[in-house]
């Protein structure tokens, strides 16, 4: 069964990047797209990006110039980096898994609340 | 961006109820639509992929269709654990959007 866990700061200043990562456990980091996904609290979803195995991108353009991914196959794990942060940034981030060439979601992670407070 | 707009953003209804939620989308998707059920302090769980494909493990009385534009996800007899939040995604193309959500409560 594929696991997925993010860890990382729960606390972020403003201003500072926030740095995210997802272990993947139970199956292969290759031949998947890799998102991640957020959700300030008490509102809807939003997703960010995703990084293919070879190390290719797609990024949502309302976060684009802020964000950074990347994937280390060997330890099947893959990172988030988001700078600027502000407290519009608050929010539980959520890694996930995307079926290959069909853009829905069948695995996540349980999500970390990310705050951005000084 | 395909705008997704869900439709009731509330509903409240009964065990055994029937109900339907409808998802709109601002230009044609063709079938690529997904629905997810999140409940409180948890990750969204996906129900049906391309509009109809059930899940694996998902319920039969989860169902969904539609195409186009117009997408509606039925709970043919809701049980307790259905009360949650429901969650329409276009797979069409990127950016990847979510409608706003549905608040699926217990009359």
């Known amino acids: 069964q594929v696991q997925l866990q993010e860890s990382g700061p729960g606390l972020v200043k403003p201003s500072e990047t926030l740095s995210l990562t997802c272990t993947v456990s139970?199956?292969?980091?290759?031949?998947?797209?890799w998102s991640w996904i957020r959700q300030p609290p008490g509102e809807g979803l939003e997703w960010i990006g995703y990084i293919y195995y070879s190390g290719s991108t797609n990024y949502n353009p309302s976060l684009k110039s802020r964000v950074t991914m990347s994937i280390d196959t060997s330890k099947n794990q893959f990172s988030l980096k988001l700078s600027s942060v502000t407290a519009a940034d608050t929010a539980v981030y959520y890694c996930?898994?995307?079926?290959?060439?069909?853009?829905?979601?069948?695995?996540w992670g349980q999500g970390t609340l990310v705050t951005v407070s000084s | 961006d395909i705008q997704l707009t869900q439709s009731p953003s509330f509903l409240s209804a009964s065990v055994g109820d029937r109900v339907t939620i409808t998802c709109r989308a601002s230009?044609?998707?063709?079938?690529?639509l997904a629905w997810y059920q999140q409940k409180p302090g948890k990750a969204p769980k996906l129900l049906i992929y391309?509009?109809?494909t059930l899940q694996s493990g998902v319920p039969s009385r989860f169902s969904g269709s539609g195409s186009g534009t117009e997408f509606t996800l039925t709970i043919s007899s809701l049980q307790p654990e259905d009360f949650a939040t429901y969650y329409c995604?276009?797979?069409?193309?990127?950016?990847?959007?979510f409608g706003q959500g549905t608040r699926l409560e217990i009359k």
């Open positions: 391309a509009a109809s």
């Open positions: 995604q276009q797979h069409n193309g990127y950016p990847i959007t």
């Open positions: 139970g199956g292969s980091i290759s031949t998947y797209y």
């Open positions: 230009q044609g998707i063709s079938s690529y």
């Open positions: 996930a898994r995307e079926v290959a060439g069909s853009s829905y979601f069948d695995y």
